[in-house]
């Protein structure tokens, strides 16, 4: 396994919208693998293909306090939502940077898991959250889309003048 580079809000990658992908071979496992060892090490708690330059629908969850419950969604796709709630949302792609987003209380996924095989799920609380949040990556948006242009231009001058400061 191996930590994959995190590709950084507002890296015009990560608004590229992910490819199905066609078969779960051993690229997948080894990618999901890897996926899971860099959100860990970020550390966080979701991770979509996307934020690592992988174009392809694929994300990675854990939101146990001890790390043994990682979940693999191959080709997610939300079938249902029900509810609102609102909380504060951060992302791995936008360190340090916390918001208020509004997103569905409940919802059904359709996915593959590692062995291929099609599962559904019904998820609410964090796990909802975590899931419309990594599936918004692979359709090529980050949480902050979600927020006021204001607040959009603002986190994005934050960040680059971090990055500056880094360089």
């Known amino acids: ?11 015009p990658r990560l608004h590229k919208k992910a490819m199905p992908i066609a078969t779960v071979d051993a690229s997948i496992k080894k ?17 979509a293909a996307t934020q690592v330059d992988q174009h392809i629908r694929l994300i990675v969850i854990d939101i ?3 790390k043994s419950n990682l ?5 997610p796709e939300i079938t249902r939502k029900t509810g609102s709630c ?9 360190p340090g ?12 996924v359709n996915a593959l898991n590692l062995d291929g095989q ?9 796990l909802a959250v975590c899931i419309q949040h990594e599936i918004d990556h692979l359709n090529g948006m980050v949480f ?15 960040l680059l003048k971090q990055a500056k400061a880094t360089a």
């Open 118 to 126: 099609a599962f559904e799920l019904t998820a609410d609380g964090l």
């Open 97 to 108: 940077i916390y918001e208020t987003v509004t997103r569905a209380e409940t919802v059904t």
């Open 71 to 75: 979940q693999v969604f191959i080709n």
């Open 31 to 47: 990618l999901a693998a890897d996926m899971a060892e860099t959100m860990y090490a970020a550390p966080g708690i979701g991770l």
């Open 64 to 66: 146990s306090d001890d």
């Open 1 to 11: 396994m191996a930590q994959l580079p995190i590709l950084r809000y507002p890296n």
């Open 144 to 158: 902050v889309n979600h927020l006021s242009r204001l607040k959009q231009q603002r986190i994005k001058e934050k």
């Open 86 to 94: 609102e909380g504060e949302e951060g992302c791995l792609s936008v």
